[in-house]
């Protein structure tokens, strides 16, 4: 793992994660959305001290966004993500059958 962004870094996001840590929705999501991304391979088991200056939580997935933000919590990154690429199918159409207050919800 290496050190997180510093000031004038290309701003692509940064994915920390990797095999086994549930990752692998959030770069799923980016793919979708085209944004350029690139993953920290993070184990927590054996980065954790390093990962702490990065994620004080110390837990998978986390993404760096362009702004240098830290976000954690994958149904939050995922709804977030969709929020900020719309239209690229990070969610499902609206309205949708699912939706509160629809006929099938
Ligand atoms: N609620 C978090 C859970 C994340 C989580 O528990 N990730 C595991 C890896 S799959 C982790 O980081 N475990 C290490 C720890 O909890 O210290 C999310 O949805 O992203």
């Known amino acids: 793992m290496t050190r997180a962004r510093e000031p004038g870094m290309a701003s692509d ?3 920390y994660g990797g095999a086994g840590t549930g990752s692998v929705a959030v770069e799923a999501a980016l793919t979708l959305a ?3 991304y690139r993953v920290e391979e993070t ?3 054996k980065d954790g001290e390093a990962y702490a200056t990065v994620n004080p939580m110390r ?3 986390a993404l ?3 702004t240098g933000e830290l976000m954690t919590e994958s149904a939050a990154i995922l709804i977030h993500l969709a929020d900020s690429h719309p239209g690229r199918g ?5 309205p949708h059958p699912c939706d509160p207050g629809s006929s099938a919800g």
């Open 64 to 66: 760096v966004l362009p």
């Open 59 to 61: 837990q998978l997935p």
């Open 43 to 45: 184990d927590w088991r």
């Open 90 to 94: 990070c969610r499902p159409p609206s």
């Open 34 to 36: 085209g944004a350029p």
């Open 13 to 15: 996001y940064i994915v």
